[in-house]
């Protein structure tokens, strides 16, 4: 039997080439799209996050009648407004109105641990107040412990900045002797004058009673005071995990500037951007090619996000909306304010 030769067929080098090169283009054209879909499912966590962060500060009004303060007694400030001299201490505890809501949150256990009648942190100025004028040891009582813990519900998915902040600076720190404070990515909106004089927004000789936020140090609000109607009132704004000047806030606790989110800054800071309105983020002073400084925001108590075009927040009625970053400043104004009467509408 004669046998037939078979000839193998065989890809050349350019046959090859051309299917890697079509590969590469395919995988190239996959990427951005898993990319963007997996964004989506962050920023969709993130919107969830504050809409049971506002399901849980409406069933803790529904309870209590009144909505938690944004903070309580903090030291930083040293005095309440109206006494600046002498500065009055008032046993000092540096709490966070979140530890009042941890129930609220699924957070039973820790909300039994935390120890109300104790300070968070130690958290001062010096010249302002003595520690001894703390209430308790935020160390022995077991609260900075606590308040160093993670909570999911108060981390956005997109935001890879630190989780903790690091310090041992009197204005910020949580203990004397340890650091890490837990950060968050929502905290309330408060009137920007919260970071200085502590009651500003409570006292209608400080600031104009039909101008102040929802929330404030030790305050006591409720619905009844939100006559420019809870769809058109910003309750909790979304920000980043880190900041350029001052520091983000923290869940657990109250240091220096973290006070809230205030949305009436007069300087301007805007969502995603510091300085004049057509500043963009991170702003015009920094090479945009610096990627070393992308996803930190330029300034204390500002809005924002590492969401492409704006950030969440969550307002009075419980929507969460997405907040295009060209808002106005002015908007922003009307609707951190729960009765100056400027309804604002659609935004």
Known sequence: MTRVAVRKQAFTLIELL??????????????????????????????????????????????????????????????????????????????????????NLDQAALFKSYNHQQAASWSYVYGAYALSEMQGNPD???????????LPIFECP????PFFYESTNQYYSISSTTTGGARTNYDFNVQYLEYYYQGCAMNPSCWPSNQRSMFANNSSSNMGYCTDGSSNTAFVTETVRNVWNGVPPTWGHAGHVQVGIALDMPWHVGINKWGSPSAAWPGPSYNPNDYVRQGRLLNWAAGGSLHAGGCHMLMGDGAVRFVNQNISDTTLTYISRISDGKVVGEF
């Open 18 to 103: 051309v299917v890697i090169a079509i590969i590469a283009v395919l995988i190239a054209l996959l990427l951005p799209a898993v990319q963007q879909a997996r964004e989506a499912a962050r920023r969709t966590q993130c919107k969830g996050n504050l809409k049971q962060i506002g399901i849980a500060l409406h069933n803790y009004h529904d309870s209590a009648k009144l909505f938690p303060p944004s903070r309580l007694n903090v030291g930083h400030v040293g005095w309440s407004y109206g006494n600046p001299t002498p500065k009055q201490p008032l046993r000092y505890t540096n709490a966070s109105g979140w530890t009042m809501l941890l129930p």
């Open 140 to 150: 022995t009582s077991g609260n900075a412990k606590i308040i160093k813990t993670r």
């Open 158 to 161: 997109s935001d890879s900045n």
